[in-house]
C-alpha cells in the first residue's frame, strides 16, 4: 500500500457540542412539570364545567395562516420561526393559540356547533429578543367563543377567568378582572381626527405604558417625548395638546362605581357613535357579570385596558394580582397582569372573506405559577417516590415484588438501581429524589416477616434540633410486620398531605 502526503495527516479531533440551553429557552423539571400540568388540570375543570371543549392543533402552521399580529416585527420572520419547504412554501411555529383556533374554525365550521367554544393549552414560540424572563418557548392556556356576537359571549369569559384563577388558589380580594372596550377608543380617536392606522397604533402603545409612566408620562409621549429613566430621549406620537386631552380624559375615567365610569366615559366621547356603542356594551357586560354575582369585588370597569394586539374590536379584559409580594430587595410590589384577552371579531375572516365574531382570553401559565409560588412564599414542595433500598443483590425479585405491591395500592414507588454496597448512596439518592420514606428489607427482616420503615422527612427534621428524648419519643426509623407495610405507607403518605 501506497500512502500519500494527505494520509499521514491525523484527522482533527471532533469538537464536542457545547451542554447548554439555546439562548430564550429553558429546561424544566419533574417539580415545575408537576405543578404546571396540576395548575392547568384545575383550569380545565373550569372551562368544562363552563361548557367548553378541549382543542389540540398543530404546533406548526402555515405562514400566511398564523398573519402578522406580532409587535417585534423587527426580528426576523417577523417574530416566528420560520422555514421554507421543498415546495417553496413557509411553515411556522405557531406564536399563539389564537391564531390556530382561527384557521381550524374556518376549516372546520360546517362540522362544528356555532357558536364554537374551545380551551386550548400548550407550548407558543416567538422569535423575540429574550431577556431577564422573557423567554421563547413559553405556555398559554385560552378559551374562546367563535360564532357568538352578543357581549354576553365576553361576559362569560371574564366571569369563567375569575372563576380560574379561584380554583387554583388566588382568593377573590386578591386579584380582580379589569373591562373596556376598544370601540370607546377608537371613538375617543375619531373625535380627535386620527384616521391613520399607524398613527393609532403609536397611540394604542403609549396607552399601553400607563401604569409604568403615569398621567404625565403618557401626556409626554402622546406630545414630543419624553426622558425614560436611563436618560434616552423617546421620540412621542406628535399629538397636540388638544388632542391629547381627550386621550388622557378617556384613560382616567374610571370612578368609584362602574356607574360612575360609565358616566365619566359618556362625557369623554361626546356624540361618536363609535364610542356610545363600545359603551352601551360595557353596560350590558356589567349587568350580566352583576346579575352572575360576580360583584366589583372581582370585576371592574377600566378604561386603562387596552391591549397591545391590533386585532381586538370590541371588549378586552385582563386580570391583575393585587396582593403584595417582596423583590430581591425586600421591597414591596404588586405582581400584576397574568391574564389578557378580549373581542376579535376580524381575525376568522381572513380565511373565510366574511366578519365572524369570537372573543377569548389567555392565561400566561409561567407567571401564574410563578405567582402562586411567591403567594406561598417560597416554592410548592412535591413529594417525590417511596425508595425500596436494595439490601442483597441476589434477591431482586423480592424487592421488586415489594414495589410491585405498593404500585398497586397507587403508592408512587421505584427500586434503587444503583451499587446497593453502599447504603449510605441509597439513602442520598432518596434525598434527591425528595423521597418521604424508604423501604428496607434485609435478610434478618425477611426472616421475621417483617420491614423497616424510613421517615426521611421526620429524619430531616429531628436531625435539625431534635434531642435525644425526642428521638426515642419519635423514631424515624421502626419495624412493622411485613402484612402491614401498605397500610401503614398509606398512613404516613396520607399525614404528610395534610
Known sequence: MIWGPFQMVKDKKQSRPKAETPKGFRDYFDQEVSERNEMLQQVARVYHHHGFDALETSAVENVDALGKFLPDVDRPNDGVFAWQEDDNSWL????DLTAPLARVYAQYRNELPNPYRRYSMG??????????????????????????????ADAEVCAMLADALEEVGIPSGDYIVRINNRKILNGVLEMIGLENQAERLAVLRVIDK?????????EELLGSGRLDASGAYIDGVGLSKDQAAPVVAFLTAKGDTNEKTLLNLRDVVGNSSTGLEGISELDMMAEFLTVGDYTSKRVQLDPSVVRGLEYYTGPVFEAELTFEIYDKKGRKRQFGSVAGGGRYDDLVKRFTGQTIPATGVSI?????MAALRDKAGSQIDTIGPVVV??????RLNDYISIVSELRSAGIRAEMYFGNPKNFGNQLKYADKRRSPLAIIEGSEERDKCSIQIKDLILGTQLAKSATLEEWKERPSQFTVPRNEMVS???EMLKALKK
Do not use: H, I
Open 92 to 95: 411556522a411555529l405557531r406564536y
Open 123 to 152: 407550548p407558543v414560540w416567538r422569535n423575540e429578543k429574550p431577556g431577564p424572563g422573557r423567554f421563547r418557548q413559553f405556555y398559554q392556556c385560552d378559551a374562546d367563543t367563535v360564532g357568538a356576537s352578543n357581549v354576553s
Open 210 to 218: 400607563f401604569d409604568k409612566v403615569g398621567v404625565q408620562g403618557v
Open 364 to 368: 400566561g401559565v409561567d407567571r401564574l
Open 389 to 394: 433500598t436494595v439490601m442483597d443483590r441476589e
Open 488 to 490: 401503614t405507607v398509606q
